[in-house]
């Protein structure tokens, strides 16, 4: 049975304290989400070890297929908004887990370059399908004024899930090929688990409706299809997606090559910016949740800038005073991170129509998966001129970023957080 939507959430004072929305009734959907999070965490680490291992690829056609996989899938997104506008996104969700499981059963049991290839894309397919589809039902499923409450508590959860999961998945590993193996049947069976918890959780009564409705307070009225201001938002995204991915992508290979630091030194890095993200993301929510959403896109973009500035300016210098200075750069790039994640799923959802959002949402996802796709090469490639390269180009593309963003909030004007007055 249906039930009418919640009146406007008064969270206690340890909720707002630490920028948590109110989790009354929500314990089936955080428990999805910590599962689904953990066990993508048992996988992901060490699926490119698992293909070396199992089926003696090396690691370059591993990449290779794994790559032409998420390429093949990038259509995904897009294709998804009409499915969204038209089912809802339930049913996409429990698709994309379905999918996902999926592959990772067909991973574990066969050698097949053929068939890892399908597995891969299915995978992708997943993923791609997963994204947009999750958007639109959180934003069914709370309070418009803690929509972005719940994607920054949602992303706190993915990283200890996929804390937690890395260091079970490291133990299994241990094991050789029949533990990667049984760390591959468990995150099948953790997204198994997430579809079926999400189809026992009551229904919302918030259903499309076929005329249009008044917009939000904070929601521009948005077309059927996605407009200049919504594509020119979704290119300047892109460009923060590539430089999001420097972290994983490029970081690594900078502080080994570039500065001739340990290896541990990248593990530090990383274990620094999850404890950051974990401890700080709720409450870094807090801070932006009044604050209008177009303008802390463009802050994130340009504390980026600066990011890129100093950690280029870290080569060249001893080590000892490289390492202080990448300490300080990881502490800037992770302070954009934690404000452009959550903001930059609040600004794709209140840009599109409320009742069909799928379109924008499945565009907006493109450029998570296009960003994410490009990023590999040019970042290589930059690096193979000079280690300052890269850095020089990240900070040059989130500055043309912010730009781009302020001419969206020129043509639509402030994106006002829900419910609340002027952002500052």
Do not use: K
Not at 54 to 63: K, V
Not at 201 to 212: E, K, N, Q, V
Not at 353 to 379: K, M
């Amino acid at each position: 049975m249906s039930t009418p939507p919640s009146a406007p959430p008064r969270p206690g004072r340890l909720s707002t304290a630490l920028g948590l929305p109110r989790l009354d009734g929500q314990r089936r959907l955080l428990a999805a989400v910590v599962i689904d999070s953990t066990g993508s965490g048992l996988a992901l680490p060490f699926l490119l070890l698992y293909l070396t291992w199992q089926d003696r690829m090396t690691a370059t056609t591993a990449g290779t297929l794994l790559t032409v996989a998420g390429a093949a899938a990038l259509a995904a997104g897009p294709l998804s908004g009409p499915l969204i506008d038209r089912w809802g996104p339930v049913p996409l969700v429990q698709a994309a887990h379905v999918l996902r499981a999926t592959a990772f059963l067909v991973y574990a049991s066969t050698g097949s370059t053929t068939t890892l290839l399908l597995a891969a894309t299915l995978a992708a397919l997943g993923d791609n399908l997963f994204w947009p589809a999750n958007r639109a039902f959180l934003a069914r499923r709370c309070h418009p004024g803690e929509l972005i409450r719940w994607y920054g508590l949602e992303r706190t959860l993915r990283n200890v899930g996929m804390a937690v999961g890395g260091l079970a998945a490291g133990v299994l590993a241990g094991h050789g090929e029949s533990g990667l193996r049984l760390v591959l049947a468990a995150n099948a069976a953790s997204y198994v688990l997430a579809a079926v918890l999400i189809a026992l959780l009551p229904h919302t009564g918030r259903r499309p409706s076929a005329g249009r409705v008044p917009a939000l307070p904070g929601r521009r009225a948005a077309r059927p299809r996605p407009d200049r201001a919504y594509v020119t938002m979704v290119a300047a995204n892109t460009v923060l997606v590539v430089v999001c991915a420097a972290l994983p992508v490029l970081v690594p290979l900078y502080v080994v090559q570039g500065l001739h630091q340990p290896a541990w030194v990248v593990g530090a890095v990383f274990a620094l910016n999850t404890a950051l993200v974990t401890v700080g993301q709720s409450l870094v929510v807090r801070y932006l949740e009044r604050r209008e959403h177009l303008r802390t896109l463009q802050r994130a973009a340009l504390v980026w800038a600066a990011a890129a500035v100093l950690f280029g300016a870290a080569s060249g210098l001893s080590r000892t005073a490289a390492l202080s200075l990448l300490a300080l750069a990881v502490l800037v790039f992770t302070a954009a991170e934690l404000m452009h994640a959550p903001t930059s799923d609040v600004v794709a959802v209140r840009m599109a129509p409320q009742d069909t959002p799928g379109r924008h949402l499945g565009l907006h996802q493109l450029s998570w998966g296009v960003g994410s796709a490009i990023a590999p090469l040019a970042l290589t490639a930059a690096l193979a001129l000079g280690p300052r390269w890269p850095w020089a180009l990240l900070a040059t593309g989130a500055v043309a970023a912010a730009v781009a963003l302020s001419a969206v909030r020129r043509a639509i004007g402030p994106l006002l957080p829900a419910g609340e007055g002027p952002g500052a």
